[in-house]
């Protein structure tokens, strides 16, 4: 992960600290298309249930209008509740033998993405690291916009005191792009699973300025979140990162007297 600095009339990307995050966030299969307006009342329009776990943002009267943007990339929805029950059955009765075992649902085919071509650059570092990305004035307090180089996307923020950051584009967990995601305090929300990165350097320089948090994330999440949590062990965990950090994490997690199974990570 990288920092970010102001220079001059223009925001410029060099990487002098290493910045740690936390993620947590879910998961979701299924959408079944009821067609009574009852039900989808009663039941808060869950028949849109992938709609709303990849954007939980999105308030439940307005689900059906979600649907109608993301349904092309999205499964074909059952058509009724007896055609989902006409493959739950079969799959519950398989999965007593075969406890891995679940529906696999067919996507359509993706589609091309246009890219485009403001905030990319294949430009080469100054003679002191810099590259630059864009004018300082683009980006507001608490905002966050795209800066591609190379074969890498960044997600560049400035935080509620006006620093400015870049951190890896996409989303640990959901593949989606921080740049369309919110910026509170210094916290960076993805756009789809609420997914919260909060800004953290290990090894600050002196000309970074910094204010936020300091260390490696197991420390910072222990002294900035549970250290005053009344009772950590019964906290969920999810953690995303590489082996080392999972290993600090979840020592740090053991030390607390967290259950391992309350504890879920992804390696990578």
């Known amino acids: ?13 060099r990487p002098p600290a290493k910045l740690d995050y936390s993620l947590t966030g879910v998961n979701a299969r299924h959408a079944v298309e009821l067609g009574l307006a009852e039900a ?8 849109y249930h992938i709609e709303h776990h990849m954007f939980p943002l999105v308030p439940y ?40 075992w679940h529906v ?7 589609k ?11 430009a080469s570092p100054d003679p002191d690291g810099w590259i630059e990305v864009c004018a300082a004035a683009d ?9 591609d180089h190379g074969r890498k996307t960044f997600a560049l923020c400035r935080d509620d005191e006006g620093e400015l950051h870049a951190t890896d584009g996409i ?18 929300e993805c756009p789809k699973h609420n997914g919260r990165f909060h800004l953290a350097l290990s090894e600050p320089l002196d000309e970074d300025a910094w204010t936020g948090p300091v ?12 250290a005053n949590h009344p009772n950590p062990a019964a906290v969920e965990f999810y953690l995303c990162g590489p082996p080392m950090m999972i290993k600090a994490c979840t020592r740090m997690l053991d030390q607390l007297d967290v259950d391992p199974r309350r504890i879920a990570f992804d390696e990578f």
Not at 1 to 13: D, I, K, P, Q, Y
Not at 112 to 122: E, W
């Open 1 to 13: 992960m990288n920092n970010e600095h102001a220079h001059g009339a223009a925001a410029t990307l």
């Open 40 to 47: 989808d009342w009663h039941q808060w329009n869950m028949n």
């Open 61 to 100: 009267h307005r689900l059906p209008e979600l649907h109608e943007v993301v349904k092309d990339d999205c499964p074909p929805p059952y058509s009724s509740l007896w055609n989902a029950w006409r493959e739950i059955a079969p799959a519950l009765l398989r999965q007593v033998k075969d406890p891995a």
């Open 104 to 110: 696999k649902r067919q996507l359509p085919p993706p």
């Open 112 to 122: 091309a993405r246009a890219i485009d071509p403001a905030g990319r650059t294949d």
């Open 139 to 147: 980006l507001a307090i608490e905002d966050v916009i795209r800066f």
């Open 171 to 188: 989303c640990t967990h959901g593949n989606t792009h921080l740049a369309d995601g919110l910026v509170k305090g210094k916290i960076v």
């Open 215 to 226: 260390g490696v994330i197991h420390e910072v999440v222990r002294e900035q979140y549970l």
